[in-house]
C-alpha cells in the first residue's frame, strides 16, 4: 500500500517568461513516512526572493560607495585592475598620476592634529579648494579631471589672500597687494591654464562673483564691475565698468560691505543705507532689488531703497534679498519658490515678492519681534536662507527654504521650508568658561553659503594667545575653533570622498590632508583664529614685500560645487 505526497513546484515558462506553477504527485514506501507527520513543503515567493537580491545589493552599493577606499584596503580586487594597463591607456595613466603627484605636493599626507592644524595653516598661504574641478576652480590646470578633490589653487601658493569668490564656471581672489587672479573655464576656456592678474589696485578690499561678472569694492567705496565669463554680457566691450549711485553718497558715506546674487548685487553704506544693481536684464526679474513693481531700473545702476529702518548687512541669493536692520528685524524680497522669504504655506500669489518687507513667520509672534529676541546675522544659499538669533541667553540659527539636499540642517531633506526651523546642532549650545568660571552660551564666529551646502565657524573658546612675542606663548595641547558643514555634497563640496548629502551638521576631516575615510577615525576640523606670524615662516611668500610680523587669520568661502580656505592679513 502507499501513500501518495502533494508538492508544488514553480516552473519558469521560456515562452511567456513567467513562473507558473503545477501539481507533481510523488510516492513513497509507507514505511518511510511511518510515524512522521505529513505537512505541506514551503513555497519561495520569486518577489521576495528578488527584493532579498535587491536590498543586498543596494547595501553592498551603499557601503562600498561609501567606504570604497577603506574596503578596497582589505579586498583588493574590487580596486584598480590589478592588470598592465594597454599600450593605447597607459599615457592616460601616465597622465593622471602625474596629476596626483602635483596634487599631493600641495597638502601634507600625514593626518594632522588640532596644534598641526594651526600651526600648518599660519605657515602656508594660499587658497585650498575642494569639491568639483569640472570648470577648473581648484586645478584650472587640469579643468573637467576630477571632482571631490582637495587642491592648493596653482600659482596663488605663498599669497595671503584678502578676498575670494567663486562662481559655477568661474572665480577670483585678491591678494594682499590687490592684485586680482581669475581663473575658470568660464573665464579662460577649457584649455589648462593658471589664475591670470587682470586688475592690481591696492584700495580693493573686497571681490564677489556672479554668473558672468567679478565685482569689485575698494576702500574708496566704489563699485567696479568685470567681465568674469567670456560669453556676451552687458558690459560689451567695456571690461572695468565703475557704477553710479543714485542719489549719490553722502557726506562721509562709504561702503562696508556688500553681496552677490545671480545676476544683482546690495551694498551698504556706514550711514545704514542699501544700494542695489541689476547687472543684466534679469537682474531684477522677480523683485530682488527691493524697489517695488512701479520702478524700472536699468542694469549696472545702484539705486538706494527707499526706507526709513537702517540696515547692518545684506545677503543675496540667486533671486531673492535679505536684509538685517540696526534693531535685528529681517526684511526680504523676490522669488520665494521654496519659502525662503519666510511667508508660510506655499501660494502662488507669494511665489514672487517685489516689495521689500518684513518676513512673516520669522518670529513666533509674526510680524511682531520679542522684545527680548533680535537677529544678529544673515546669510542667503541659492533659494535658502539662514539667521543668526540672540534671545535673551540663547544662540539659535534659524533656516528656511530649500532643504531637499539637507540645507536646512534639520536632518531631514524637505523641498520647500516657508517657516523657519531650528537647526539643533546649531542651537541653545553652551561651554565652560574657565576664565569666568562659568558657562557661556555659543554662537557663529561666520556663516558661509554655497549653492546648496552650507559652512558654520563656531565661536568656541580657543586657547591661542593673541601676543606678538611668538607662538610659544600659547598653552597646550593647542586648539582653534570648531568647523562644521552640511548640505549638499555631490562634488565633494563638504567632504571628498564621499557622495552623501549631510542633512545635519557635521564635522568635516582636516582640509589639508591628502586622505579621505570615515570621521569617526579623523581628528575634526579646525579652524585657525587671528595670530602673529614672522613674514619669514610664510611658505612660498615674498617676505621683502611684508612687514617682519603679520597678523594672519584663517578664512573660509564658499561656491555653487566647492568650498575653500585661505590665509587672510588683518591688517
Known sequence: MFRAAILRVPKFNVRSGRIRSYTQRRTQSPSQYDGEIVGVEPVVSPLA?????????????????????????????????????????????????????????????????????????????????????????????????????????????????????????????????????????????????????????????????????????DNKSRIRVLSGSNAPNQLGSNTDVTLSFEPRLGWRESVVSMSAGRSHIAVTTNS??????????????????????????????????????????TACGDEHTLLLTNDGDVLGCGANDFGQLA????????????????????????????????????????????AQIVQGEARRVLAWGRGIDGQLGTGTLTHMQGVPVVIPELSDREEFDEALQARRPLGLRSLI?????ALAVCDNHSNVVLDKSGASVNASPL????????GSNAFG?????????????????????STSGNLDNKLPLQAAPPQWIESAQLRDADSSSLPKKVLVEQM?????????AFLRSCK
Not at 581669475?182 to 592690481?200: R, S
Not at 534679469?282 to 531703497?305: E, F, K, M
Not at 553659503?449 to 551646502?453: D, I, L, P, S
Open 49 to 217: 526572493v528578488g527584493a532579498s537580491v535587491v536590498f543586498v545589493g543596494g547595501l553592498f552599493y551603499y557601503m562600498y560607495s561609501e567606504h570604497r577606499q577603506t574596503i578596497a584596503s582589505f579586498l583588493p580586487f574590487l580596486g584598480s585592475p590589478a592588470s598592465e594597463p594597454s599600450a593605447s591607456s597607459k599615457p592616460e595613466q601616465d597622465a593622471r598620476d602625474k596629476i596626483r603627484k602635483q596634487r599631493a605636493q600641495m597638502v601634507p599626507k600625514s593626518e594632522l592634529t588640532a596644534a598641526e592644524q594651526l600651526k600648518w595653516a599660519w605657515t602656508h598661504p594660499g587658497l585650498y579648494v575642494i569639491g568639483s574641478n569640472e570648470f577648473g576652480l581648484a586645478d584650472p590646470q587640469h579643468p573637467g579631471s576630477v571632482s571631490g578633490i582637495k587642491c592648493a589653487v596653482p600659482g596663488l601658493e605663498g599669497k595671503l589672500i584678502r578676498s575670494a569668490a567663486f562662481s559655477k564656471t568661474h572665480a577670483a581672489a585678491v591678494d594682499s597687494s590687490g592684485a586680482l587672479f581669475q581663473w575658470g573655464t568660464g573665464f579662460a576656456g577649457n584649455a589648462p591654464h593658471t589664475p591670470t592678474c587682470t586688475l592690481k589696485d591696492a584700495s580693493i578690499c573686497e571681490v564677489a562673483a556672479t554668473d558672468h561678472f567679478v565685482v569689485l569694492r
Open 556 to 564: 573660509f568661502v564658499a561656491g555653487p560645487d566647492v568650498t575653500a
Open 272 to 313: 545704514g543705507h542699501v544700494y542695489t544693481a541689476a547687472l543684466d536684464k534679469d537682474g531684477n526679474s522677480r523683485g530682488q532689488l527691493g524697489h517695488g513693481s512701479s520702478t524700472v531700473v536699468q542694469p549696472l545702476q545702484l539705486h538706494r531703497i527707499q526706507s526709513d529702518l537702517r540696515f547692518t548687512s
Open 449 to 453: 553659503t554655497g549653492a546648496n551646502h
Open 493 to 513: 563640496q563638504c567632504e571628498p570622498g564621499r557622495r552623501h548629502r549631510f542633512a545635519e551638521p557635521a564635522h568635516p576631516p582636516p582640509l589639508f590632508t
Open 479 to 486: 586648539f582653534g575653533h570648531d568647523v562644521v558643514v552640511w
Open 343 to 386: 511667508t508660510g504655506a506655499y501660494s502662488s500669489g507669494k511665489a514672487t515678492m517685489r516689495e521689500l518687507a518684513p518676513l512673516p513667520r520669522l518670529w513666533k509672534n509674526g510680524f511682531l519681534r520679542p522684545q527680548d529676541a533680535y537677529a544678529v546675522g544673515i546669510a542667503a544659499g541659492a533659494a535658502t536662507s539662514y
